[in-house]
């Protein structure tokens, strides 16, 4: 059976990873592309030999399995429902919503309708990720101490949704979903508090009354510990705008460490400095989303259990949530 | 400049080893004296043989030896303030293996016998006198990454003492005399880095530190958040979480975040490697001892200020009892400095 697959919103995250990898999976027909501006769904709708829709209301009328929701964090929710009542599956771009009463919304009524809500956390994905919790569990090593960086130079203007707290949920929220889902995962494990302390660093951040630095100590139950540093004003030239990751991983029997500044690449070296030409920072991220699209596809045709649930996705924003409660109060704050 | 003419009190840290042979092969200092108090005074006695030291049983008999002008003291931590207080009261200018004492009341006498007494008293923390972390300093300084705003250090980790070989170890595992294990152990030079760096002290502190990888019955490693006064953010892990195969012996990193740059601050001491079953990192050069043991010289000689006075260290110990009891209470603690 072929699914028929619509998109709603064809921005950033479309174009850099969904785009390329839904031409690459077979068994699936992406029939709509849809956006609120007009030449965004027109192109997207073009690449992909889709029809392009503006009107939400039309687009929802087609005859669709399952639709990509890749909008805004603000529009999730809404977006997600409204799909979920028209008798779509729906994949929804991380963090599942903007806040955690949203989300829960989205997973009462998939829930009503009989369908599947699957969420992108692509790291999930990652075969770095995937590779190091495999070395964890075949070397037995039980880690009791991670720490992870997710770190850019956020190339945006002052005026892009990401800054605006009310329509990303900053930094915490959009970067932070991504680390304390991590954390989750590699602990095996439920957060019991959290607290948070948030900068803002960059003058973007500091107009629109928003942190762009932050940082999460977590502990998980068991006497773990998980440090979570997530940022949007590290002094990278935006040429470099690409995340930098880091994880150190201390744990009984073993540490597993990764920068990506031991890792391979290849440079150029010319009379201006330029982005690598091979990374193992860019190298991972298209087969990601596409190892991720195949397994929520393949989910929906009823051929996979999900390997993250909308339950996973809800428990990350909820640390974050409580985090930049942290934050807020300077004090500890209970998950 | 003439040589400081010093002794050593006990090898119960190990760092007494790099220090006797840094003060022996010192340009302005001689080592005289050694002690054999506490743990691993038959290795103490082998190494004043070795440097031509005279060698005291206990380090009274070492204090009254009117040859010793100054001295390290490197005894168990429970033992700080009995040692220091009356290194003081013989006239010797003191150099304190860290951490400054087991308490800040403690911290104060010792502070206060050294003025009374008008020694100097200094407390060695590494990190300062490595030559990445003056060069990253000096660049923060001239503003090359515009205002300084985060800092995340490992400073720094380390296998745990036990695994030394040939010396007896045990008393960082007692918490009654080192005041605490892993974490006290090594957060203290982290901290002093940050101090230096920051040019500032921390008015809160959030910390995690537990007994997490070994089972031993003091802590193992620790990580802390600190809000500095002027704004500066700083998040710092230290422990013993390295294991036996890591092959570092110290790890100590820096990231400095500032608005306009990045400092990456990876190794603190040239090294070299060797490959055999597994591999290892060997420093051919420690200039951080060499740095505090001449700017301690120094300082008695020309009669200056030394860079790390007792007031500085006792600062350092507030803020490590300040993230022992926000672990302890699972919550924020405020820190006056």
């Known amino acids: 059976m072929e699914l028929k697959v619509g998109i709603i919103g064809c921005g950033n995250i479309f174009n850099l990873a969904h785009k390329s990898a839904l031409k690459r999976i077979e068994g699936v027909k992406v029939v709509a592309c849809m956006d609120i501006d007009g030449e965004r769904a027109r192109k997207g709708a073009e690449e992909l030999g ?106 945006f203007p002052r005026d892009y949704w990401y800054w605006d707290e009310k329509r990303s ?72 705008g690409v995340f930098y990751h880091h994880v150190d991983i201390i744990g009984r029997n073993g540490r597993i460490r990764y920068t990506p500044l031991d890792t391979p690449v290849v440079g150029v ?35 996979d259990e999900p390997r993250v649930t909308a339950q996973d996705a809800l428990i990350a924003l909820k640390i974050a949530e409580r985090a930049k409660e942290s934050a807020m109060k300077g004090e500890v704050v209970e998950v | 400049m003439r040589k400081l003419r010093m002794g050593v009190i006990s090898y119960a840290h190990p ?131 515009g205002p300084l705003e985060y800092i995340y250090t490992i400073s720094e980790n380390v296998k745990p003492p036990i695994f030394l070989q040939g010396l007896d170890m045990s008393w960082f595992l007692d918490a009654r005399k080192s005041g605490g294990g892993g974490f006290m152990d090594t957060a203290p030079h982290g901290i002093d880095s940050l101090f230096w760096l920051t040019e500032d002290v921390p008015k809160k502190v959030y910390a995690d530190i537990g007994a997490k990888i070994y089972g031993f019955p003091v802590d193992d490693i620790g990580t802390a958040v600190l809000e500095f006064r002027k704004g500066v953010l700083a998040v710092l892990t230290a422990g013993w979480g390295n294991p036996k195969g890591y092959s570092y012996g110290i790890e100590m990193k820096y990231y400095l975040v500032g608005r306009e740059g990045f400092l990456d601050i990876r190794t603190a001491y040239p090294d070299f490697t060797v490959y055999q079953e597994r591999a290892e990192k060997i420093y051919w050069d420690r200039p951080d001892v060499r740095g505090i043991v001449e700017s301690f010289a120094r300082a008695i000689l020309k009669d200056e200020k030394v860079p790390i006075p007792g007031e500085v260290a006792k600062k350092n110990l507030a803020v490590v009892l300040a993230a022992y009891e926000s672990s302890r209470k699972r919550k924020a603690v405020k820190v006056s400095l």
């Open chain 1, 50 to 155: 889709a029809r392009a829709f503006t009107n939400l209301d039309e687009f929802l009328d087609l005859d669709l399995d399952a639709v990509l929701v890749l909008t805004p964090t603000y529009t999730h929710s809404e977006l997600a429902i409204r799909a979920l009542k028209a008798g779509k599956h729906v994949i929804v771009e991380k963090p599942i919503a903007l806040t955690v009463e949203e989300g829960e919304k989205m997973i009462r009524t998939a829930e009503r309708e009989g369908l599947h809500l699957l969420v992108g956390h692509v790291r999930r994905f990652d075969k770095r990720w995937l590779q190091m919790k495999e070395i964890i569990e075949k070397r037995n090593i039980l880690p009791m101490h991670i720490r992870k960086t997710e770190v850019q130079n956020l190339p």
């Open chain 1, 169 to 240: 949920g900053g930094v915490a929220v959009d970067l932070g979903v991504h680390v304390t889902d991590f954390l989750r995962w590699f602990f095996e494990g439920e957060p019991v508090s959290v607290y948070a302390v948030g900068k803002s660093i960059k003058e973007e951040a500091r107009a629109n009354g928003t942190w762009d630095h932050f940082i999460m100590m977590i502990a998980f139950e068991g006497g773990k510990t998980g440090i979570a540093e997530v940022s949007w004003a590290y002094p990278y030239p935006a040429r470099y």
């Open chain 1, 269 to 303: 070296a010319k009379a201006n400095f330029e982005m690598p030409r091979f990374s193992p920072l860019l190298s991972t991220f298209p087969e990601a989303f596409e190892m991720e699209l195949r397994h929520f596809f393949n989910v929906i045709k009823g051929k």
């Open chain 2, 15 to 145: 760092h007494a080893l790099r220090f006797a042979g840094q003060i022996a092969s010192g340009r302005h200092t001689k080592l005289v004296a050694i002690s054999g108090d506490g743990p691993n005074s038959d290795v103490a006695r082998v190494e004043a043989r070795r440097f031509g030291a005279h060698f005291y049983k206990t380090y009274e008999e070492l204090l009254r030896d009117d040859n010793v002008e100054a001295v390290y003291i490197a005894i168990e931590t429970y033992r700080h303030k009995e040692v220091a207080v009356r290194a003081a009261e013989e006239g010797k200018h003191i150099l304190l293996e860290k951490p400054i004492a087991l308490t800040l009341e403690d911290a104060d006498e010792i502070i206060k016998a050294a003025k009374k007494a008008g020694v100097k008293l200094m407390v060695p923390y590494n990190p300062r006198f490595t030559e990445p972390l003056q060069k990253a300093k000096e660049m923060l300084d001239a503003g090359e990454v």
